[in-house]
């Protein structure tokens, strides 16, 4: 079965400082990775995706994600964190779809805090 | 431009109440599906569809039903709440071609008494 594993409930980052929030997945085949990014009271907002291809991945917003399959590792990147990126987010995975009707599983979340 | 639309978006029940949350997608989506989230316990998989008329279990089914008799609509219903079933529900629809990618309505807030 396949699971995901963000270690980090909450991260506190200063405005403008470097962030990084791990995701570790376990999948017997190649997996297809997402982020998710959640503001208060909000649904689900795709942040970027990983199928297949270039391991290093850019998103909206300003976010990129590495694909590291050695580690079974996507963790999610941003150089220079902003007051309104305080929110939670979330690494998931699936299966490739046509055929496939499996839901996504996601990991647990992490809540960013961003301090002024 | 409406995409995922959830109703209500807050309800408050008794034990043993039914109700019905209210799902519906503009994109001609065929995958329809609903999650349930909770505090450190981050999203679960309820039932799916991939198709009018074709509904399947996910992982935390038990309590809730489900139909899918258009393209459009995927409501879930509960027939006899419990306070277990207090948590915020999402739908959320994708093309069955594009693989994962899920775009997600705004949430229903329910509350069990």
């Known amino acids: 079965a396949q699971s995901v594993t963000q270690p980090d409930i909450h991260i506190t980052v200063s405005e403008g400082a470097s962030l990084e929030l791990r995701c570790n997945y376990s999948?017997?085949?190649?997996?297809?990775l997402f982020w998710y990014v959640q503001s208060p009271g909000q649904g689900l907002q795709l942040l970027l995706k990983?199928?297949?291809?270039?391991?290093l991945v850019q998103g909206i917003k300003g976010f990129e994600a590495e694909f590291k399959r050695s580690q079974s590792s996507f963790n999610l990147r941003k150089p220079s964190v902003h007051w309104s990126d305080a929110a939670e987010y979330f690494c998931a995975v699936g299966a490739e779809s046509g055929g496939g009707a499996d839901g996504l599983t996601f990991g647990k979340g992490t809540h960013l805090i961003i301090q002024p | 431009n409406a995409g995922v639309t959830q109703t209500p978006k807050f309800q408050v029940l008794k034990t043993g109440q039914s109700m019905t949350l209210q799902c519906a997608q503009d994109m001609n989506h065929e995958y329809m599906s609903w999650y349930r989230q909770d505090p450190g316990m981050g999203l679960r998989l309820i039932h799916y569809?991939?198709?009018?008329?074709?509904?399947d279990q996910g992982e935390v089914p038990n309590g809730y039903n489900v139909s899918r008799s258009t393209t459009e609509d995927f409501p879930l219903r509960l027939l006899s709440a419990a306070p277990s079933q207090t948590s915020v529900y999402f739908c959320?629809?994708?093309?069955?071609?594009?693989?994962?990618?899920?775009?997600f309505g705004e949430g229903s807030r329910l509350t069990v008494l």
């Open positions: 999948y017997g085949a190649t997996p297809y």
């Open positions: 569809s991939v198709g009018a008329g074709i509904t």
């Open positions: 990983y199928f297949s291809g270039d391991t």
């Open positions: 959320a629809s994708r093309p069955t071609s594009e693989a994962g990618e899920l775009f």
